[in-house]
């Protein structure tokens, strides 16, 4: 098999994306504004039930996104998402923001675009992307920079090939992400149903007094959990392991000592706010997020809804980088339920997480056995 290197700016164009105003934006909604959150760190595409903003204003429809095309993250919005490419999964549903850059364009003769897509999740070209970003706080790119990317590519018919191969992998993946965001839905329906609607077991029998359920307290946050900055791990001290490293926007890389205990609740401080996460092992969180550093009247899975069901982005008070004011948070007053009610809700969660989990380790092989594969087709060492 007979491979040549050829710059990228030779064989693609990358379009802007509109300044989409956030005046317009709504909770729900036709079509989705997409950002650089709607990335994994590794690559592909990320749906996020109950995050995603919806759009309510005028919309051009040359930047509504169809089926199949090809988006890059051209803002590193998080830690390890600069120059992550992504296939977008359904026509006439998300919409082409500013901070994303469009391939409209892919020489057929020179690139498969499923093959392109595989191309910049790779280290090499993300590694170029990156060297290549401007800025201090936030980085980006620009099309000009991803044009001088150079990459080593095979024969168009191989190419496809390969894509063919290593999406296989990809699509079991997203099949498994689909059901792990269902149950992770199901558990969120049922804390707004018990504890925002106020419609839990019992509710008919239940007096409420100045929309206080008996049994109930209304309390501060930090009454009931404690929000810590996290540590620094500068890139270059970070060793191989399996510890997973969270940043603001969740997992951004992995290191070989853990510097908190599991479970645990991890949100944005700096960069990207109101994204809360679960965490099933020891971690360590950055400096760039915020971790509950102890849980007093809740439990870890209780404290997950609960911050995501407090809008976090409303505590910013950063200037250019947004930054989420902790003692601001933990000023708000909210309601606790009685302990039985806690525990009757994280009888049914640490379920429906487990089942989670068990999903996200099938596809933590299936992620091992493609990237065994892919370097190895890419080599030439295997046909597709």
């Known amino acids: 098999m007979s491979w040549r290197e050829i710059a990228l700016g030779s064989a693609i164009h990358v379009k802007h994306g509109f300044a989409f105003k956030g005046e317009f934006f709504a909770d729900q909604g036709e079509h989705i504004v997409l950002t650089p959150g709607n ?5 592909g595409f990320r749906s996020r039930p109950g995050k995603d903003r919806a759009y309510a204003g005028d919309i051009p429809e040359a930047f509504i996104l169809d089926e199949g095309n090809l988006i890059v993250a051209m803002t590193e919005q998080g830690e390890g998402l600069l120059g992550s490419a992504a296939l977008i999964p359904e026509a006439n549903r998300y919409l082409h923001n500013q901070r994303l850059g469009l391939v409209d364009f892919v020489d057929p003769m020179q690139l498969d675009k499923r093959f392109l897509y595989l191309l910049f999740n790779t280290r090499s070209v993300r590694s170029q992307i990156s060297g290549s970003a401007s800025g201090t706080k936030v ?4 099309p000009e920079r991803i044009y001088r990317v150079q990459v080593r590519v095979p024969d168009v018919r191989v190419q496809a090939e390969i894509a063919d191969a290593v999406l296989a992998y990809d699509d079991l993946i997203d099949n498994n992400r689909r059901r792990m965001a269902l149950l992770e839905e199901s558990a ?3 804390y ?5 609607r106020l419609r839990f077991p019992g509710h008919e ?8 359920p008996q049994g109930w307290d209304r309390v501060p946050l930090e009454d009931a959990l404690v929000l810590q900055r996290g540590f620094d791990l500068p890139t270059q001290e970070r060793q191989e392991g399996l510890v997973p490293i969270y ?9 070989h000592q853990a510097k908190v205990a599991a479970p ?5 401080r700096s960069g990207t706010l109101g994204s809360v996460h679960f965490v099933a092992e020891d971690y360590w969180p950055l400096n760039t997020a915020l971790w509950v550093k102890e849980f007093k009247r809740v439990t870890p ?10 809008d976090l982005k409303q505590y910013n008070g950063g200037a250019s980088v947004p930054t989420l004011d902790r003692k601001s948070a933990h000023r708000v007053e909210i309601l606790i339920p009685s302990k039985q009610l806690i525990r009757s809700f994280d009888d049914f969660a640490a379920d429906t997480f487990k089942q989670i989990k068990n999903l996200e380790s099938q596809n933590q092989k299936l992620r091992a056995a493609r990237d065994l594969l892919l370097p190895r087709l890419m080599s030439g060492d295997l046909i597709a």
């Open 188 to 190: 969120r329906l049922l």
């Open 205 to 212: 029998h239940t007096p409420i007094v100045d929309g206080v």
């Open 301 to 310: 899975l209780f404290a997950l809804f609960l911050l995501r069901s407090m």
């Open 247 to 255: 940043g603001s926007t969740g997992v951004v890389g992995h290191h």
């Open 139 to 142: 980085r980006h790119t620009a």
């Open 39 to 43: 990335f994994h760190e590794q690559g």
């Open 192 to 196: 707004n149903e018990w504890f925002l």
């Open 264 to 268: 645990g609740v991890v949100t944005g």
